[in-house]
């Protein structure tokens, strides 16, 4: 574990201290950070190491490049004192006042991180770079998002006669078993609507939220030729819903959450968007390595582990939380898909 001067000499640095504001928000690539700083990639993959060699920065690897973000969970430890043992500390502070009982200022954990958190907004508003480089970085996941929006675009039309891993009626018919219409439902992620044409034929209303206009047109197109009228086609991102807060009855991801650039964002949408006492059902697929899915299906997530997608339901508020393996594809890869069901609170 770095000391804390080692740690207070890194951050010291007003590029690296750029680079932590950006990565306090999202997770960038090296080349994302290289358009929004304008350095070169030695330049800042020399900042990467030493902000990771101080513990105030990880990665995770996304096909062939890799995904920085701010090491939070470590963030107390760097911040407090080294090795101390904060509720040792907390018991002797409530007989040795605001000091220790050595004549030292002592830090509980969640003050540490709260301190740093501080310093890296006093940093913000001294640092004239700081606000420009949070409006590039909007800018270059913009660009990420629409990498992903043009592909479901230029496949719009015959999405349902090309090969998507994960995809199978075994897994939606384990599905269908578990809903309870005549219900609002909104299909998230619906693609050009097959499936929301089918939960159409019972629900009461069903809006099918997508981020691709060309994927809307179609599936509005399959709608009017299929004389369906209780369907609602919403042009939208998963993360910001064009859907009024607590007028859905069951919301469904089938086979987009590993879409979303944010999914707890996206779980904590749908929560907002649910009645209490309302469901949330996901198909999606479970976590493989599979690394063309990213250029071939424009996946921004390799699947999630049951433990990963509990987890994220918990954070977004849902209880009641049930999720398995319906379906293991017999082909290499062998895509698994993972069917999860939760309740908001009523």
Do not use: C
């Not at 017999?330 to 999860?340: D, I, R, S, V």
């Amino acid at each position: 574990m770095p000391s804390i001067v080692q740690t207070l000499r890194v951050v010291a640095d007003p590029n690296r201290l750029r680079i932590l504001l950006l990565l306090r928000g999202e997770e960038l690539s090296v080349a994302e950070l290289q358009e929004i700083l304008v350095m070169g990639q030695s330049t800042i993959s020399t900042h990467l190491k030493q902000l990771k060699q101080a513990a105030l920065v990880e990665d995770r690897r996304t096909g062939k490049s890799s995904l920085y973000r701010m090491a939070t969970s470590t963030i107390e430890e760097n911040v407090a004192l080294k090795g101390h043992d904060f509720s040792r500390a907390n018991r002797a502070n409530q007989s040795a006042g605001p000091l220790g009982p050595e004549g030292r200022s002592t830090f509980s954990a969640s003050k540490a991180s709260s301190f740093f958190d501080e310093l890296l907004t006093s940093a913000a508003l001294e640092i004239p770079e700081a606000a420009p480089d949070q409006a590039e970085m909007r800018r270059v996941l913009k660009k990420r998002q629409d990498k992903m929006r043009s592909f479901f675009d230029s496949v719009a039309g015959r999405l349902g006669k090309d090969y998507v891993p994960g995809k199978s009626w075994k897994s939606v018919a384990e599905a269908l078993l578990r809903l309870m219409p005549p219900m609002v439902i909104a299909d998230l992620g619906a693609g050009e609507g097959a499936f929301a044409l089918l939960l159409a034929e019972r629900a009461k209303k069903v809006i099918a939220v997508d981020t691709s206009a060309r994927m809307i047109e179609v599936g509005r197109e399959l709608a009017l030729r299929h004389g369906v009228q209780n369907l609602d086609y919403r042009l939208g991102d998963m993360e910001e819903l064009p859907i009024d807060s607590a007028t859905v009855d069951l919301v469904f991801f089938s086979q987009s959450l590993h879409h979303a650039l944010h999914p707890d964002r996206a779980l904590s949408e749908a929560n907002r968007i649910l009645v209490p006492g309302g469901r949330i059902v996901i198909l999606d697929l479970m976590k493989h390595r599979f690394e063309e899915a990213r250029e071939l299906y424009a996946d921004e997530w390799l699947g999630f582990s049951e433990s990963e997608l509990e987890s994220m339901l918990q954070k977004a508020a849902f209880t009641q939380i049930h999720n398995s393996v319906v379906h293991k594809e017999p082909e290499p890869p062998q895509f698994q898909t993972l069917l999860a069901v939760a309740n908001k609170k009523g």
